[in-house]
């Protein structure tokens, strides 16, 4: 792996890895137990120089990285309040990791971005593991042209940056499925059959450190197919795996269902 040297980033021992279930934008402007699951997994992490999210809500042809000094808040949903629009998270940019992460992804061209900013699926749960937006945020697309092996592939080659006191953040849904959402259930904690069977497959998976089947989601039956119809929001899942190394565990938090088809489940490698 190329060793390529911050500026005025520090050597740090390894920082965690977070995957955060962020499901509906509200979560950004309520008081509730996943709220509070992320404020507490926040205490357990040392402060980062800064952070790469990889998020959902960007999907690209090619691989892309912000790189501006002050990335803009994107309200890029519809239908809520206007509280949830009015939310701004003005955290810095930071080109300086912007291309040092362009720098160790050698398997394609990434490409410094200055047009995106940051998308609801990082400024709404990264507000409340940093509410006083003083830590840089990065943000680094998903290229939907590409395979989930090719995903876990050009994760793994991030893990420098841990070694420079960068979080790295994959932030979507294990199981989400909002054309099967039981809108009578919103808020409830509850599951069908399938997301409950899926689910729990995946925790068994992560726990036993087999990423195969993982990666091969789409070979796991009809339980899978319907708990990721599409990939976006379960990918930012394998790019916090694929960093895992031997001696690291997995330790999950928020892990409950809602409204029968999506779950929160996140977790925190270290």
Sequence with gaps: MNLYQFDSFHNTDNMPVLFLGHGSPMNAIEENEFVRGFQTIATTIPKPAAILCISAHWETKGTF????QNPPTI????????????VQYPAPGSPELARETKQLITQTTVELDDKWGLDHGAWSVIKHLYPHAD??????????????RYHFELAAQL????????????????????????????NEEFAYDWAM????????????????PLIDFRAQGKAFDLAIP?????????YAVALKEKNERITLFNDKPLAGSLTMTSLKID
Excluded: C
């Design 65 to 68: 990285v912000t790189a501006m």
């Design 75 to 86: 309200h890029d949903f519809g239908g809520f309040p206007k509280a949830l629009f009015d």
């Design 135 to 148: 830590i840089p945020v990065v943000q680094l697309s998903i290229d939907y042209t590409k395979s989930p």
């Design 159 to 186: 893990s420098r940056l841990r070694q420079k006191g960068v979080l790295i953040i994959g932030s979507g849904n294990m199981v989400h499925n909002l054309r099967m959402v039981a809108w009578n259930k919103l």
């Design 197 to 212: 069977e899926a689910n729990e497959k995946m925790k068994a998976w992560l726990a036993d450190g087999d990423f195969d």
């Design 230 to 238: 599409t990939p976006e929001h379960y990918l930012p899942l394998l």
